[in-house]
């Protein structure tokens, strides 16, 4: 017989279960949690690393300057050294910092996913031009191609914590640059609807490109309107000169109105010193030379200042993107950016392994958590990347989603009121049931405090041994390959898929 006085506590069991299978209502770890916490810097070595920049920018001045750019340059102040450097004086760099985009909108084609980025909110994205995939089916590298990053765009997609997609690998089956470039752009606006991110081989390809855009803005002009894909560019070769082709990028980039991310990339004892603060210094200075440029030839166009320290292992010269240096100097260069009020861009979960193992996840954590408590606003590479950069792999899209999951909780950091310290409820506790289980207090935070993974196990050891002893990587390319299998989204109209076909290559 049913005894009738417990039904209702019954009742209100089946009703939190319930409660907790459907997931928070709010998520408690999202995109967009405040960094800034983690300073490995104190003030006086921040403005140690700024005097020391400008120094070098004013006496050492930068080289190989193209001279369109360096007309600009000296109308606003920039003097001819002796050497054939151009000096940038102190004023001048005071001016760009000053009148640079603190904040602005990376537009997604569907504004619900748009991002804004600066102040201290931390979004992960992707970035990476690999030539290798981790083939889902043989677990090997093999040459990747445009398949692939359709595959990649249209996966990402579905993740919640890439905040933007830039193109992760580079499609090897493509030889013209032209037919690169443009089927590089046309996988990103046919696959998803965020904030987006391409290269531009060189400055003629941006205009036939932003026409292709246009059209899927909605007619000419649109796409200036509200850009909805922004360029990686590296106008700054280390050590401390300009790159004629891709300053050449820029001018047309801001004649069309793309936002910027303007990427050094310099590499500790190699193109840049090994000590870690004189590398800062450098690179500093490198990316404040590309800001200087932008100022000069549109000042306040968006730009994020992207100064992304990368190292190499001075045993044998080979990159080295995880490690503690790697973390420590990224985070770094996120604290000056912020420091200087600058929207920055820094990068993370460049993971040396090649398989989704152990020293996978402890490099890509150290790297992701250092950046984002440090407060970068735009943290690239974080996601799929492996193999020091050479690789991308669709399981380590579905990992590093989680991971940054995790990461965003952290961020969120620890909510002190009235109500969360539970005076009441601890009292409650103790002299009642004597533990916390079930109680009102303990739901309310579940729903709201804690995020619960997918992908991590958590099962005790028999049970996980009952479930076929599953491991990280073989979840997460069940999960990849659902993904795929289901999610084939159709963000170009047919209209607009055949009016872009018509008048461009497209090979797939």
């Known amino acids: 017989m049913v005894d009738a006085a417990a039904t209702p506590r019954r009742s209100g069991r089946r009703q939190r279960i319930a409660r907790r299978a459907a997931g928070p209502a709010v998520n408690p770890a999202a995109p967009g949690q405040a960094g800034g916490a983690y300073r490995p810097l104190r003030d006086g070595e921040l403005q140690a690393i700024f005097d020391t920049a400008l120094r070098l920018l004013e006496e050492l001045g930068m080289g190989e300057t193209p001279p369109r ?3 600009l340059l000296r109308a606003a102040g920039a003097q001819d050294l002796p050497n054939g450097r151009l000096s940038l004086p102190h ?3 005071h001016d760009a910092i000053t009148q640079a985009a603190k904040t602005f909108i990376l537009h997604g084609r569907d504004p619900a996913r748009s991002i804004e980025v600066g102040g201290d909110k931390v979004h992960f994205g992707t970035g990476g031009a690999a030539v290798q995939t981790l083939d889902l089916d043989t677990g090997l590298y093999r040459p990747s191609t445009l398949r692939d990053l359709h595959d990649f765009a249209r996966l990402q997609d579905a993740l919640t914590n890439v905040s933007w997609f830039t193109r992760c690998c580079i499609a090897t089956d493509i030889a013209d640059p032209f037919e690169l470039d443009v089927n590089t752009a046309y996988a990103l606006i046919a696959n998803t609807t965020k904030p987006t991110a391409t290269a531009f081989t060189l400055a003629e390809h941006v ?50 109105n ?13 193109t840049a010193p090994a000590p870690l603060a004189a590398f800062l210094a450098q690179s500093l200075a490198e990316t404040l030379a590309s800001l200087v440029m932008v100022h000069v030839i549109r000042p306040g166009h968006p730009m994020v200042f992207s100064n992304w320290p990368l190292v190499i292992d001075l045993r044998t010269g080979a990159f080295s993107g995880g490690g503690g240096e790697i973390a420590v100097l990224n985070a770094a260069s996120a604290q000056l950016s912020n420091w200087l009020g600058l929207p920055s861009g820094v990068a993370a979960s460049m993971t040396d392994a090649k398989a989704i193992d152990a020293q996978y996840g402890m490099e890509k954590a150290l790297t992701s958590l250092a950046a ?6 735009l943290i690239y590479e974080s996601s799929g990347m492996t193999a020091s950069l050479l690789g991308v792999s669709f399981e380590a899209f579905i990992l590093d989603d989680e991971m940054h999951s995790n990461i965003y909780r952290a961020l969120r950091g620890i909510e002190v009121s009235t109500a969360n310290l539970g005076f009441d409820a601890i009292c409650e506790a103790v002299l009642g049931e004597g533990h916390f289980l079930g109680g009102d207090h303990t739901i309310a935070a579940m729903e709201r405090d804690y995020f619960y993974p997918t992908l991590a196990d958590r099962d005790d050891p028999a049970a996980w041994h009952d479930k076929g002893a599953p491991d990280a990587w073989s979840q997460a390319r069940l999960k990849a390959r659902k993904i795929l299998q289901s999610h084939r989204p159709a963000y170009l109209s047919p209209d607009q898929d055949g009016a872009i076909r018509k008048r461009y290559p497209i090979l797939l």
């Open 69 to 71: 750019l360096a007309d």
């Open 91 to 93: 004023a001048l760099v």
């Open 207 to 256: 205009a036939p490109i932003v026409a292709m855009l246009d059209i899927a803005a909605g007619g000419a002009g649109a796409f200036a309107e509200r850009p909805f894909i922004k360029a990686h560019i590296s106008p700054v070769i280390s050590p401390m000169r300009y790159g004629e082709d891709a300053v050449d990028v820029v001018f047309e980039c801001i004649r069309h």
């Open 258 to 270: 793309i936002p910027l991310s303007c990427i050094t990339a310099a590499q500790a004892g190699a």
């Open 372 to 377: 984002g408590l440090a407060g970068g606003n």
